[in-house]
């Protein structure tokens, strides 16, 4: 048990880390989330400084303006969207070269992500960042999002987004504690190995409803605790530890009982 | 029991009479006297077969509960109960419909299918646990032999009763492992297809396979296991339980208490502790939450998409498999990437557990009936096996589960699976190799032991100067315990031909039963013969101390021995 709370700990802890950053911050960033009108149109300012950030911290492997190197891909066009879903979830800058690049806890905050997405933005028309309206969960509708999930996302994500591996070590990650605007994001832009689901695939509201579905997973299972919404594998793992565990451990005790 | 012995008292009491007429007519009376005073030998690893014996209760009883609330109909409906949210309104089968009202409406009906849904994952390990002490301590031997047959198909029926339930409730996950059912089945050559339409009465998946498969979990399984049941019960108490060696044990008796009052206090102790532990798991602990996968539809697979735990080495095995192997013949397709990992291995595992007392009994040429155990130590090609075959099971159910340990442990799906690949065939070979010389090594130190005695840790010095270490010889408990076995040695055969010369028919097969035997008794470790026990002793007879102890009891306490009749 130990062995596997530490495991879930150490896979999961960025996310957690980075769960609670936006918690705290979630506030502030409602005031500042720019619409996507305003994406647009963002100040001057915010490019400029977005721009200082990307020559620091993003141009060794993006280059100078953006335009890509053979090390990484040109962002001119991949729009607001990408950038927040890649920097809010510690993505990018890009650490270390494994199977795919990992979420880790956000090196920039809220407004220097916000600066870097507009200067991106800034070079070539791209998915906004979606508003609050877009990914509130209590709109959507979790039936819906629970068919569509079902066809759309479970064959990477598992059926309630616990996460799967896909090949040569690359993985979907779990869902379960993904904010509900990076997941609106995460359609939008498909990052990496994960296919985009464009407005035409998945409407906005239809967007919504899959936010709903994952949303209402993190309640938990009605039957008690959900042992990681693994499936059976898991299932069987508790009734030989749990199960056999106890039982055989009561047979050694009465079988010593009278010796 | 004569009816007309006139000294038995006239009953009085309407109990007593009650009891006196059934007994003039059924000698019950009889039968339980004996069953009473059945001596039963006390040792924890033989309550296993009660962890699946009782689990199986369990299954009946909460089982029963949820045929009154299931509707096995594929006829197609809009759910409308406000729970799960994630349910409503959507299009689904009737037996779905009537699982999620089950678990959702009726009061008690979620925590009766997850108790049922433990029970029968807890079923399965028992039986598994129960087989590795039954083959491990050779209680299969003569005249057990058919006892462990009967075992075996319980455990295959165990299996049926696994697969035939986790699909019933119609969900995505239980569909997909139907699915592959019927793509195994389709691989069979020849017969495949028309056994496939014969099994869902039509094209996959049909409007027929849920309802079928409700009348196997509900009435032909269970009924084949209770009558099975039955039987290996019977013939446990009809060739008296085996026991482990010690001293006084023989073949001709059983050391142990009687069935009333000690045994049967610890089967009903044992029972509700069994009981206990799957209500508190079906209470706490989440099980195949169906409305998580949602209704059955052919064409969506879930990551992460297993079969329970028993089945998770067919998943495996075929997970193992190259896609590469299906192959035209003729213009008919052949799937070995199918048939291979899901029919020729566990056939041949399945065909390992039915016939190896016979090979055993075959190689040894050992007729007579066994009652005490071996240590397993002491038969170490059989022990080896054993734990090949485990080795073996193991890896093909880890390979079921790569997905999950790619994710849990930062690895490559790939070299996972190539890795089980070539474990599967290495892995065996060598887990064999390394608990055998492990027994080897285990029966060299028992011969040690026995012949010089425990090492004290003190060092006499004699007059003319010698160093010895006082050595302080076994008690009589202890040196039965280690020379109390047979190591068999190789089969001896007939010569090739007659005294006139001619050449002796079954001679061939003889000397393949020879080779095989030398496969198992080549090498081996014999045990302490008492002159060499003799010899030791006068070697070193200033060495030794007297036990501290008079000559010990053989057979102590308040146990009973039961004399073989």
Not at chain 1, 32 to 48: F, G, K, R
Not at chain 1, 71 to 89: H, K, M, R
Not at chain 2, 51 to 57: C, P, Q
Not at chain 2, 99 to 116: K, P
Request: glycine share 10%; proline share 6%; with cysteine.
């Amino acid at each position: 048990m130990k062995a596997l709370a530490a495991r879930r700990h150490h896979r999961f802890a960025p996310v957690v880390l980075l769960l609670l950053a936006l918690l705290v911050t979630g506030g502030v960033y409602a005031a500042l989330a720019p619409s996507p009108a305003q994406a647009d149109t963002a100040s001057t300012e915010d490019i400029e400084t977005g721009k200082k950030l990307f020559q620091a911290n993003c141009a060794t492997c993006h280059g100078p303006n953006a335009e890509g190197t053979t090390e990484a891909p040109s962002l001119v066009g991949v729009g607001a969207a990408a950038v927040d879903f890649q920097v809010s979830t510690g993505r990018m800058p890009m650490q270390m070269s494994g199977p795919q690049a990992a979420a880790k806890p956000p090196q920039m905050d809220e407004e220097q992500t916000a600066a870097l997405a507009a200067y991106v933005a800034s070079l070539g028309p791209g998915p906004a960042i979606p508003t609050d309206e877009q990914v509130d969960a209590a709109e959507g509708d979790a039936a819906e999002g629970m068919a569509l999930f079902r066809t759309n996302c479970a064959m990477c994500h598992n059926a309630v987004g616990a996460g799967g591996a896909l090949s040569e070590g690359k993985y979907a990650p779990a869902l379960l504690e993904t904010s509900d605007r990076n997941i609106y994001q995460a359609m939008l832009t498909g990052p990496q190995s994960m296919p985009v689901f464009n407005d035409a695939t998945l409407t906005p509201k239809e967007k919504r409803h899959i936010i709903a579905y994952v949303a209402e997973q993190r309640d938990g299972s009605a039957g008690g605790l959900s042992l990681g919404n693994l499936g059976p594998v898991s299932e069987g793992l508790w009734a030989w530890i749990v199960g056999l565990g106890l039982i055989i451990g009561a047979a050694v005790w009465i079988g010593a009982k009278s010796s | 029991m004569s009816t007309t012995t006139p000294t038995a008292a006239e009953p009085t009491t309407p109990v007593g009479k009650a009891a006196d007429y059934l007994d003039q007519r059924t000698k019950v009376g009889v039968l339980t006297k004996q069953l009473v005073r059945k001596v039963f030998p006390d040792h924890w690893s033989f309550m296993l077969g009660e962890i699946a014996l009782f689990s199986f209760v369990v299954l009946l009883i909460s089982g029963v509960f949820l045929t009154m609330f299931f509707e096995p109909s594929m006829a197609l409906v809009h759910y409308e109960n406000e729970h799960p949210a994630s349910m409503q309104g959507q299009l689904m089968s009737v037996a779905f419909a009537s699982t999620l009202d089950m678990s959702f409406e009726v009061r008690g009906g979620l925590l009766m299918r997850q108790i049922h849904h433990w029970s029968a994952l807890v079923f399965m390990a028992g039986i598994v646990v129960h087989m590795m002490r039954v083959f491990f301590t050779g209680a299969f031997r003569k005249p057990r032999e058919l006892n462990w047959l009967v075992g075996t198909m319980l455990m295959i029926l165990g299996l049926l009763a696994g697969f035939s339930g986790y699909s019933l409730p119609d969900d995505v996950l239980s569909g997909n492992g139907l699915r592959i059912a019927d793509g195994v089945i389709k691989s069979i050559p020849i017969i495949g297809s028309y056994t496939s339409y014969f099994v869902f009465g039509g094209e996959f998946p049909g409007e027929h396979i849920i309802p079928r498969l409700f009348t196997v979990h509900i009435l032909l399984i269970p009924a084949l296991l209770l009558a099975l049941i039955g039987v290996h019960l019977f013939l446990m108490v009809l060739n008296k339980h085996t026991q482990y060696p010690g001293s006084g044990r023989t073949d001709k008796n059983v050391v142990g208490y009687p069935a009333v009052p000690v045994f049967a206090t610890k089967m009903a102790g044992n029972f509700f502790i069994i009981f206990g532990v799957l209500a508190l798991m079906g209470g706490t602990m989440a099980i195949n939450n169906v409305w998580n996968y949602g209704p059955y539809d052919p064409s969506p697979v879930g990551a992460g998409a297993q079969p329970d735990w028993y089945m998770l080495f067919l998943e495996g095995s075929l997970r193992l498999m190259p896609g590469q192997t299906e192959i035209v013949i003729a213009g008919y397709t052949l799937s070995l990437n199918v048939l291979v990992p899901a029919v020729i291995i566990p056939g041949l595992l399945f065909t390992f557990l039915f016939v190896y007392p016979f090979i055993e009994a075959k190689v040894t040429g050992d007729k007579r009936e066994h009652h005490v155990l071996d240590r397993p130590r002491n038969v170490p090609t059989r022990t080896g096996l054993g734990v090949a075959f485990l080795t073996a099971f193991i890896i093909l159910a880890l390979a079921g589960s790569n997905d999950l340990i790619a994710t849990h442990f930062d690895m490559s799906i790939n070299a996972i699976t190539w890795a089980f690949r070539i474990l599967f065939f290495v892995g065996p070979w060598f887990a064999f190799w390394i608990t055998k010389r492990i027994c080897l090594g285990l029966q060299r130190k028992d011969r040690e032991l026995v012949l010089h005695g425990h090492e004290t840790g003190r060092i006499v010095r004699f007059a003319n100067g010698e160093y010895i270490e006082v050595h302080r010889p076994l008690d009589e408990h202890e040196r039965w315990l280690r020379v109390n076995y047979e190591a068999h040695a190789p089969l001896e055969i007939e010569p090739a031909t007659d005294a006139r010369g001619v050449r002796r028919r079954g001679y061939k097969a003889d000397r393949r039963w020879q080779r095989l035997s030398r496969f198992f008794f080549e090498d081996r470790v014999e045990p302490v013969t008492p002159s060499e026990l003799e010899a030791a002793h006068s070697h070193g007879e200033h060495d030794e101390l007297e036990p501290s102890h008079g000559s010990p009891e053989l057979v102590s306490g308040s146990r009973s021995v039961e004399q073989e009749h």
